[in-house]
C-alpha cells in the first residue's frame, strides 16, 4: 500500500508545493509545529533514511538545504531547526522547522493556518529558491 507521501507524489492527493525536481518534493506540513514548517521527500518510496543509497541521500539533503534557506529567507525565525523520525508515515521525510524556540522541535504544539496562508506561504518560499 503506497504511503500518503507516495500519494501526494503521484497526486492522488493534494499539497501545497515550494519545490520539485525529478527526484524530491517539498511541501508544507499539513500540521505544522510553525508556520512554514516543510518536508523534503524522495519521491521513491523509502521506508528509512539510511536505506537510501548514499547519492540520494546526499542529494536529498542538498535538495533541502535550498529549502531551508528559502524558507529562512521567507519566515521570520531565529532558524530552520532539521528534524528526521520517520515513525509516523513510513516513507523517508526530512522536517525543516522555522525555530523561535526549542519547544516548536518537540512535535507537540501545532499551529493552524487557513488554506489561503498555506497556499501564499508556499507561493513565498518557493519564489525564494
Known amino acids: 500500500m503506497s504511503s500518503i507521501f507516495t500519494k501526494i507524489v503521484n497526486g492522488e492527493i493534494p499539497a501545497y ?31 528509512k533514511i539510511f536505506d537510501m543509497d548514499e547519492k540520494l541521500y546526499l542529494d536529498l539533503m542538498q535538495f533541502s538545504y535550498k529549502v531551508a534557506h528559502a524558507i529562512e529567507k521567507t519566515v521570520p525565525c531565529k532558524r530552520v531547526g532539521m528534524s528526521v523520525v520517520g515513525l509516523e508515515v513510513p516513507h523517508v521525510h526530512v522536517h525543516l522547522i522555522p525555530l523561535n524556540e526549542m519547544d516548536e522541535m518537540r512535535f507537540i504544539n501545532k499551529v493552524k493556518l487557513e488554506k489561503e496562508e498555506f497556499e501564499a506561504l508556499a507561493k513565498n518560499i518557493n519564489s525564494n529558491l
Open 17 to 47: 508545493k515550494i519545490a520539485e525536481d525529478d527526484n524530491f518534493l517539498a511541501f508544507l506540513d499539513v500540521n505544522p509545529n510553525a508556520k512554514g514548517h516543510t518536508l523534503c521527500i524522495p519521491k521513491k518510496e523509502i521506508n
